[in-house]
């Protein structure tokens, strides 16, 4: 008589687990195409094209070529595939600035829309590479890894670089190398603090409020101060990474440096 | 004899215990709300009954115990965990020393004042599908009788006994499927409560309800866009004839009431779709405005329309605060609001006339609203395909966050907001249950800041500022001792109401996104603050009775 009443329960709970399941499906939305059902559609493309402004431009560049998140014109032509690129604006890039596309707010047929007005930028094959890599490491570990890490190696001053080339097209690497991108990465922001007995803290901005400021020193030191024992905050514009001019690096060398940095792309980075 | 004496003190007995039992019959109990409590706002600071303390919403405390002078002493006392991820909006009620707070997720808990124990807890079952467009949140309960009363996310009011947590009457407002959902505090006036629905940004047709809160029936439904044969429904033209059938005007934050007027008064959300007004010229009403409506039949008395064709998201879901001000050396009965759209508002709130209105952030979608009530507009603030900038951006110069009202010192305290965005606008189609938002925005970082602002009622000037390092969220409480309580970056801050000198903080370890409310037990005065998934109640540390 137990076991029969423990068989019922066990059967009732699948039962209820199963119709669960079934309600989540039917409210979830219809299974994902592999092909962008919305290509070639001009009103699409047109609507996609005025919500890639909004929400993808500010990284990706107004023609999607890449400024703080990397070129997509060249993601079709590297083998890349509609339905792969919808599930990286879905879900995101976790540990990069890439975030998940809500399914609250962004509906699955305004992604379609902005990959179908993405598709008709990709229209030219990307550059071909130039440079050497084996002569940019060299480059990089004499002049930037005492303050950026790659797989593990370097300082940390400045963010770990182990993905860059994923992350950054060689454009928008070579605008930061030469001093004509002022983009800092939040986290980044050079801060100078006076105490009150005079002494001058610089280092980079990890975060704050209105009573207290945490950051990262010169001398890579992790620290918080009390804003009533400072005499000063300043936030600077200037990045502490220094501009390299051709005077500091010679066009070869950049040439070879972009090329090392383009390969970074993580997969020997620790997750 | 001695049977005699039994038998005698037996029937005095007898007669005790009935005379006790027909008094206590007699007698309401102690824990009955009557719609005279709710009037009387926080005339018992013991209590916090309605989401802003009082009808008039001046969530302005008689409490004094916590001073300017010795607000450095504060100290948190106990810490309730709620253990439910979201953005913790509600404002707490308090009633004989117990604690009633709504968290997201549709859960709700009553909590020992004196200790942050809980009593019990209230979780929702929720179906799978819900759609809200910024956060499963809640804003709290309201309370009448022996009941609290809740807005769910699937679009239901719900009365609960406050003595155990159990559902008493479970109504639907609507088919949450398509696009609506609940997360307004309820107003109960008399023996009614008063509700709205979210969702513009998915094509609702937004509404304010009346239940009977004895039996959940329904009384009345006013609908905030204009149908056919309703007054205003000519401001809804265009190339879509059923626009007013899909146009917003959501309602996500409780309003006030006029026992006086018997008139209840509610902002109402933006027009749909937000960025796209094509299909849709006309003012649109009664988006972006403030309904006065007879608190027994839901009848329009009058309104104001604060954005006329919204096209910036300018919802006017902010607190309605009424106020009795000499202007001019006259007695006016007036609504203060400080609205989204960056203008600060004074109205006659008998008729809804514009006395005054003054920008306070920078706006550039509207230079200043004429005597007339309407906006100057101007030229080029319409969003478009290649992006168009306006000040403030959809967030707004103020937002849900309650203001606090000092009368004796005739200070407005709002959460300002600067901030400017590029307005893009696209087509959408109208699709049940789905976006439709005609658009979007991009907010630009560089001009975004916020403050904690002092506005004189008098003259709508800032009497003074306190500056934030980020954007804040929070509301706001004051004090007859001559204290503000605010925040941002997850402090709770004290600040002098006459100065706006900061005096205190809290980190709370989490963004804000309420206000903090103050409540008298055992004689100590509380202040208690939602932040995170946590509620922390503040007391002088050195207190003694």
Known sequence: MKRRALVLAVLTTLAIAHAAAQDRRSASSEPRPTKNPLEGNKLAISNGAAMFRTRCAGCHGPDARGYLGPDLTGFWFAGGSDDRMFDVVRRGVPGTEMPPADPQRVLDKEIWQVLAYVRTLAAVPPAAATGDAANGERVFRANCASCHMVNGRGGQLGPDLSRIGAGRPRAGLHAKLRGSSDFIRPGYEPVTLVTKEGERIRGVRKNEDEFSIQIMDARERLQGFLKSNLTEVTLEKQSLMPVYGPDRLNDRDLDDLLRYLTTLRGTNAKS | ?545
């Not at chain 2, 004189?456 to 309580?485: C, H, M």
Request: charged content about 20%; aromatic content about 12%; glycine content about 10%.
């Open chain 2, 1 to 545: 004899m001695r049977q005699s004496l039994v038998r005698s003190v037996y029937a005095t007995l007898v007669a005790a215990i009935v005379t006790s039992w027909s008094i206590a019959a007699q007698q309401p109990s102690p824990t009955q709300v009557t719609a005279q409590d709710l009037r009387d706002g926080l005339k018992n600071p013991t209590r916090w009954l309605t989401y802003s303390g009082d009808y008039g919403n001046h969530r302005h405390s008689p409490l004094t115990q916590i001073t300017p002078a010795n607000v450095h002493r504060l100290t948190a006392q106990w810490q309730f965990q709620t253990d439910t991820l979201g953005k913790f909006e509600a404002t707490p009620l308090v009633l004989d020393g117990v604690v009633y707070v709504t968290g997201p997720l549709d859960t709700g808990w009553a909590i020992d004042a004196r200790t942050g124990r809980q009593i019990w807890r209230y979780r929702r079952d929720l179906p799978s599908g819900l759609i809200a467009c910024c956060g499963l949140v809640n804003r709290g309960f309201a309370v009448l009788g022996d009941r609290l009363f809740k807005t769910t996310l699937d679009a239901h009011v719900v009365a609960i006994s406050r003595k155990t947590g159990a559902i008493e009457w479970d109504t639907t407002m609507v088919n949450y499927r398509n696009g609506y959902s609940g997360t307004t505090a309820p107003l109960a006036v008399r023996d009614k409560v008063i509700v709205g629905v979210a969702g513009a940004e998915y094509g609702v047709r937004g509404f304010i309800d009346a239940y009977d809160a004895q039996t959940g029936k329904q009384v009345w439904r006013f609908y905030t866009t204009a149908g056919p044969g309703d007054a205003g429904h000519s401001t809804w033209r265009g190339t879509d004839a059923k626009a007013w059938e899909h146009g917003g005007g959501s309602i996500w934050v409780p309003g006030a009431y006029d026992p006086e007027l018997n008139l209840t008064y509610w902002g109402t959300g933006n027009a749909g779709p937000d960025y796209n007004g094509l299909e849709r010229e006309g003012d649109n009403l009664y988006t972006a405005s403030i309904v006065a409506l007879d608190a027994d039949t839901g009848k329009l008395r009058w309104h104001y329309q604060f954005t006329p064709h919204d096209i910036w998201d300018y919802d006017s879901t902010q607190m309605p605060i009424l106020a009795d001000l000499t202007l001019g050396g006259e007695p006016r009965k007036v609504v203060l609001f400080a609205n989204r759209n960056g203008f600060f508002y004074v109205l006659d709130r008998a008729t809804g006339k514009l006395i005054r209105a003054k920008p306070f952030i920078q706006t550039t979608w509207a230079r200043e609203i004429r005597p007339d009530g309407r906006p100057m507009l101007q030229p080029n603030t319409v969003p478009s395909e290649e992006g168009t900038k306006v000040c403030p951006d959809q967030t707004g110069g103020t937002n849900w966050m309650p203001p606090s009202f000092d009368a004796s010192l005739g200070l407005f305290f709002v959460t300002a907001r600067e901030s400017c965005g590029i307005f893009f606008s696209w087509k959408d189609d109208y699709t049940p249950g789905e976006a439709f938002r005609g658009g979007a925005v991009q907010r630009l970082v560089d001009t975004q800041s916020s403050s904690l602002r002092a506005i004189d009622v008098a003259t709508g000037e800032k009497r003074w500022e306190f500056p934030y390092v980020n954007q804040s969220w929070a509301g706001v409480l004051s004090t007859a001792s001559g204290l503000v309580f605010a925040g941002g970056s997850g402090n709770l801050m004290a600040f002098d109401s006459k100065t706006g000198k900061n005096l205190w903080h809290f980190q709370t370890g989490s963004s804000l996104y309420s206000g903090a409310i103050t409540y008298m037990v055992d004689g100590r005065q509380y202040v208690l603050m939602p932040s995170g998934t946590s509620l922390t109640a503040f007391a002088l540390a050195d207190f003694r009775n």
